[in-house]
């Protein structure tokens, strides 16, 4: 629970399991929610949000939240090429805007909600749950930011899920929807690439995307992979969706962060055949080798969202490297090679 000034947000899209996260995660710090809305399509995580959150009203008209003068966020969790209208629609209405990733699925989109941002002033902030709602990242930061391991050389970041076919809507497996894979998952490590390096901007070396395995969606993009660099660091990205059902967890995420004294390497959410749980760090450095457990590391990223919200500062994450992770998507999907079986 968190001190200061209550905040007070809407729900608008609650199409991935993502708002989960997000709308707890925002009760957590405090926040009081005035309501949510949704479309009357197949919405699979309807269910879901009302066993979780059975006091939150549901709005059948998302001008209510949007009109609601006491509210001052929307988070959203919608289909993916809809968020970026939600976002504008949001902004030109007064409230700051937090949305699951990816922000945007196209350019054009990215050069409006851009705009808007700028005309408005409001937040537009995408939430990189990999790095924000990972605490293992958190402990890594520090430890960088220490010196642990002296200067950033390269990140190689691994982003592998389990596809849950059956469970998926039909959007899932359209590309003008999700935006491709790479827009998808891979802002993630993008996002981590950017944070690790202390770099402003990159240069995709390579990027390659396809469809390797599931002939009967040819739309879908199930593998992925990204190369890129800024002076002297460099990324290795790759994304998929083949975890296998047999292991404990939808997916065997790792980053590894190498250094000019050392290296970190995460396991963040399975230590194969290994610790139980999730968020194992291990650093190795001149001082030798340590295993750290960082599952009570903190996820400063809703606090200090709430802080932006209420001094205008960027303490969870500046608008210009937000707005930075999303173009390098969309440009590394842009340029992908595709891959064919």
Not at 302 to 325: G, N, P, W
Request: hydrophobic share 40%; with cysteine.
């Amino acid at each position: 629970m968190g001190s200061g000034p209550q905040l007070r947000f809407g729900v608008i899209g609650i199409d991935h399991r993502h708002i989960y996260d997000q709308v707890s995660s925002l009760l957590g710090i405090g926040a009081e929610c005035a309501g949510y809305w949704t479309h009357d399509g197949d919405v699979r995580t309807l269910e879901g949000f009302v066993e979780r959150f059975p006091a939150i009203p549901r709005v059948d008209d998302r001008r209510r939240l949007l009109e609601d003068a006491s509210v001052q966020l929307i988070t959203c969790a919608a289909i993916p090429c809809q968020r970026a209208a939600f976002a504008i629609e949001a902004m030109r209405h007064g409230k700051d805007f937090m949305a699951d990733k990816p922000g945007v699925t196209t350019f054009g989109q990215l050069e409006e909600v851009r705009r808007v941002q700028r005309e408005t002033g409001r937040i537009f902030s995408v939430n990189f749950t990999e790095r924000f709602e990972v605490r293992a990242v958190t402990r890594a930061t520090e430890l960088v930011r220490a010196g642990a391991i002296g200067r950033v050389l390269q990140t190689v970041g691994l982003g592998p899920h389990r596809l849950n076919r059956d469970l998926r809507p039909a959007w899932f497996f359209d590309p003008q929807a999700y935006g491709g894979i790479l827009v998808d998952i891979a802002s993630h490590q993008i996002d981590q690439f950017l944070h690790f390096s202390g770099a402003d901007d990159a240069t995709i070396v390579l990027s390659r995307a396809g469809n390797l395995a599931h002939p009967d969606t040819p739309g879908f993009q199930d593998f992925g992979e990204i190369a890129l660099s800024h002076g002297t660091s460099s990324g290795y990205i790759r994304v998929d969706w083949f975890t296998p059902d047999g292991l404990a967890t939808w997916g065997d995420g790792r980053l590894t962060i190498l250094g000019t004294e050392g290296y970190i390497e995460l396991r963040k959410y399975i230590d194969i055949a290994g610790r139980p749980g999730k968020d194992h760090l291990f650093l190795v450095n001149n001082e030798g080798t340590r295993y750290l457990d960082c599952s009570s590391a903190p996820l400063p990223y809703y606090t200090d969202l709430r802080q932006d919200i209420f001094e205008r500062t960027e303490s969870a994450m500046s608008q210009a490297h937000c707005f930075k992770v999303c173009e390098l998507a969309l440009r590394a999907q842009a340029q992908a090679d595709v891959i064919r079986p």
